[in-house]
């Protein structure tokens, strides 16, 4: 593969920034050289990841352009979604994020060379007009499901959202699709698919029907069918390249700081991990953005005091959330289950933790990332959505690839009613379900291999020889085409533009 060493990519990176960067690495470990380019906060975040790749020889490269926010009235500083704690601010983050397209067109123009593919994230459709100005190759990266992509695609295009209007909580099954699912409008809705945003809604499904190319965080071992289903769809050149998470190169040090330095020692909770059995502990976490109501919190706190298990739970908040300090302090949590439980207040090494032989349970979000997480580390989940396409991750974990127990949370936490205050699992279900998923019993062990099995499928996907590095090859030959396709493209054109002019 001569032509990949002198190949550029250039990866934009706001939203879904982890698997960016397992890209960065995974494929400038194929040769090409890769830009990362985010905001100053979102850098800063993933600055060690990317000293990693160049430690060990990589032509990777972090770029902060700088964040539109505060133009627009955004405090100073807020570049990512999970440091919003006033949710009406959405959509003027989004526009502001749309607003990027400007110092990326300024940074592009001044690029010595035409990078040969730009790669964004599909909440990041604003390249497209930066990329089709300067004649690059541009590739759409999907970081939920091809099970979730292909459900919404379905259910637009069969008019079933319509047919429903208003009404969140009508069933539907999803037609034409390759496994029954059954939900409703509130467990199956589409990124930006809410009001206010119906613009930027409109700007994705263009962005992807112009792209070059779509490239999903997944595997064909468990979505192949629904990646080529959704590739028909498209009519798309689609490659599944994941899951990122499981490449083999990902070191101690990667997996430590991967998306942010953990506010924690790791050696610490590996020490914690060590001297634990063998699938023993329950790890928790609702990920970067998900927030349990207060009431919910608490059920889940009794809950799991009274399993007896041990654990780790990942409070992202803890810092923020005037609930969880309450619960854990105040309420002395926190020193009541000290024998049993360690709290990490801030940002866990997720990886760390799951790759360790005593955690036996996730209790988990269903972000995609964790699910990927969970999936390629062997460890059986404990499903527990709260919006977007997490639904469709317990979904799939549950009921198509069977390595999951769900809690019982039916409807996103925005859906909750008031008289519930939120709570839709009490502490005696949380009981329940966590026994269930750590069981050794018949139905605990078979779900176990299971997820050992998926797990080894994972890893062996991203392989030489795997589904997803062959995938990740044919991409880079079909870039490197392309890109050359497009510059003999350009040059006819400049050629054509001097004849006429001296012409004239
Ligand atoms: N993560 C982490 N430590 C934390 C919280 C999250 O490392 O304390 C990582 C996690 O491993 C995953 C990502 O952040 O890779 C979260 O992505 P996901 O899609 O699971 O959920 P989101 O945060 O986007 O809801």
């Not at 902060?64 to 955004?74: M, R, T, V």
């Not at 049993?340 to 032989?357: D, F, Y």
């Not at 839709?424 to 026994?435: F, L, M, T, Y």
Request: proline share 6%; charged share 25%; with cysteine.
């Amino acid at each position: 593969m001569a032509a990949s060493t002198e190949l550029h990519f250039l990866l934009v990176a706001q939203g879904h920034i982890i698997p960016m960067m397992d890209l960065a690495r995974i494929l400038a470990e194929r040769g090409p050289r890769v830009t990362v380019v985010t905001t100053p906060v979102n850098a800063a975040r993933n600055r060690a990841t990317v000293d990693a790749a160049r430690r060990a020889g990589l032509a990777v490269e972090l770029v902060d352009l700088p964040f539109p926010g505060p133009q627009l009235g955004l405090p100073e500083g807020l570049e990512a979604i999970d440091q919003m704690v006033d949710k009406g601010i959405d959509q003027t983050f989004f526009h502001a994020i749309w607003k990027m397209a400007e110092p990326l067109e300024e940074y592009v123009r001044a690029l010595p060379r035409r990078p040969d593919c730009l790669v964004a994230d599909s909440c990041n459709p604003w390249t497209a007009g930066v990329c089709s100005g300067h004649g690059i190759p541009r590739l759409v990266m999907h970081c939920p499901s091809a099970y979730f992509l292909l459900a919404v695609h379905n259910l637009s295009a069969h008019g079933v959202y319509d047919s429903v209007g208003d009404d969140d909580m009508a069933p539907f099954e999803v037609p034409d699709f390759p496994v029954r699912a059954v939900g409703n409008k509130a467990t199956f809705r589409g990124f930006f698919q809410y009001p206010g945003v119906e613009k930027e809604q409109q700007d994705v499904i263009e962005a992807e029907a112009s792209a070059d190319g779509l490239l999903i965080n997944t595997f064909r071992g468990v979505e192949g069918v629904f990646v080529d289903a959704y590739a028909v769809a498209l009519g798309q050149r689609t490659w599944a390249v994941g899951p990122t998470c499981a490449s083999s190169s990902m070191d101690n040090d990667a997996k430590a700081a991967r998306g942010n330095r953990a506010d924690v020692d790791i050696n610490h909770i590996v020490m914690w991990l060590d001297a634990r059995p063998p699938e023993s502990v329950l790890y928790i976490s609702f990920g970067s953005i998900a927030q349990l109501p207060g009431k919910q919190l608490a059920e889940l706190a009794r809950g799991l005091e009274k399993s007896g298990r041990p654990f780790v739970w990942a409070i992202n908040k803890a810092k923020a959330d005037s609930d969880v300090r309450a619960l854990l302090d105040e309420e002395g949590f926190e020193d009541r289950v000290k024998d049993t439980g360690l709290l990490v207040r801030g940002w866990a090494p997720q990886v760390t933790i799951l790759s360790h032989p005593a955690v036996g349970g996730f209790l988990t979000h269903c972000g995609w990332n964790a699910t990927l997480e969970a999936i390629s580390h062997g460890v059986p989940a404990l499903t527990w959505p709260s919006f977007a396409d997490q639904f469709s991750s317990e979904r799939l974990l549950v009921d198509v690839l069977g390595v999951g127990v769900r809690s019982g949370v039916k409807v996103p936490v925005m859906n909750v009613t008031e008289e519930a205050e939120g709570v839709q699992v009490a502490s005696g279900d949380v009981e329940k379900v966590i026994a269930e998923l750590m069981d050794f019993g018949p139905e605990g062990t078979a779900r176990r291999s299971r997820a050992k099995k998926l797990s080894v499928e994972a890893k062996a996907a991203m392989e030489e020889g795997g589904s997803s590095h062959s995938d990740l090859t044919d991409m880079i030959h079909y870039v490197s085409d392309l890109s050359q396709k497009r510059s003999h493209e350009r040059e006819m054109s400049t050629m054509a533009e001097l004849r006429n002019n001296k012409g004239n």
